[in-house]
């Protein structure tokens, strides 16, 4: 699978996400915003994980409809992980 230049930015914004938390921390910012700003990061790397794992199953798809095979594993391992994800 490729990784899109897409999916690396989609990591760094969680990424600058992560570094405000800390620098929050650092502030002595109120919990609930801290943790306000967790949950927000912890949302955005659920939305990569949703995002790699469909683009690579679209991808895995369109290999085996192409070569006439059974699609229904891919999909099976996608469900897999993401439940494995939460």
Do not use: F, P, W
């Not at 690396?8 to 405000?20: F, P, S, T």
């Not at 994980?49 to 895995?60: F, T």
């Amino acid at each position: 699978m490729e990784y899109t230049s897409e999916m690396k930015n989609r990591l760094k914004r969680v990424e600058g996400q992560v570094r405000g938390v800390q620098k929050m921390m650092d502030e002595d910012k109120d919990c609930k915003d801290v943790v306000y700003q967790l949950s927000a990061a912890r949302s955005a790397i659920d939305r990569a994980m949703a995002y790699i794992v469909a683009e690579n199953l679209e991808e895995c798809i369109r290999e085996q409809m192409e070569n006439g095979g059974d699609t229904s594993q891919y999909v099976q391992e996608a469900i897999e992980l993401l439940g494995k994800s939460r």
